[in-house]
């Protein structure tokens, strides 16, 4: 009596290529795999675009919406915008040059007020009171076809306001 498996009906020609698709198949699971990581590596590396948010370009809004001698607080570009009174515009850092903290405006006082060691800042982010060494920093303010926008990409230091400063239309 002879009993025969299902292995035995297959020839090595057959067996073969079933090796090789396999094999095939292996290599192809790996090279998806690979492209994947890979996609995803790559998605972390890219630079994340910083448009309209703090490290990014600000758009700000029309020349016409800030009048002379206005404040307006941008929290998601970590800015104030001043319009001085000869209409001049001025982005200015909400860090404080003492130790980092973020100042805030007090429209009553008409000055930047840190709530960390007490320096107080006047209406063009100049500085005022010790413990802060020097006036607010400040960003790139761009004026193009009426409308205001600020570069928050790099802060600029001053040691205190100079007329130069402010960005005219
Ligand atoms: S962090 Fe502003 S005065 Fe110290």
């Known amino acids: 009596m002879t009993t025969s498996t299902r292995m035995d009906s297959i020839s090595p020609d057959s067996q073969m290529s079933r090796r090789n698709f396999l094999k095939l198949g292996a290599a192809a699971l790996g090279a998806l795999a690979v492209l994947e990581i890979s996609a995803v590596g790559l998605m972390f590396l890219q630079p994340r675009s910083l448009e309209g948010e703090f490290g990014g370009v600000v758009t700000a809004g029309p020349v016409n ?44 006082l008409n000055q930047f007020v840190c709530p960390c060691h007490g320096s107080h ?28 926008k600020v570069d928050t990409s790099k802060p600029r230091t001053r040691e205190e306001f100079e007329s130069s400063q402010l960005v005219y239309t």
């Open 121 to 148: 800042f006047d209406e063009l982010g100049d500085i005022l009171n010790p413990p802060a060494p020097r006036a607010l920093d400040t960003f790139l303010v761009i004026i193009e076809d009426g409308v205001v």
């Open 65 to 108: 919406s800030f009048p002379p001698g206005s404040i307006t607080e941008f929290p998601a570009g970590r800015f104030f915008l001043i319009r001085a009174d000869d209409g001049g515009f001025l982005a200015v850092y909400r860090r404080c040059t003492h130790l980092g903290c973020s100042v805030s405006w007090d429209p009553g």
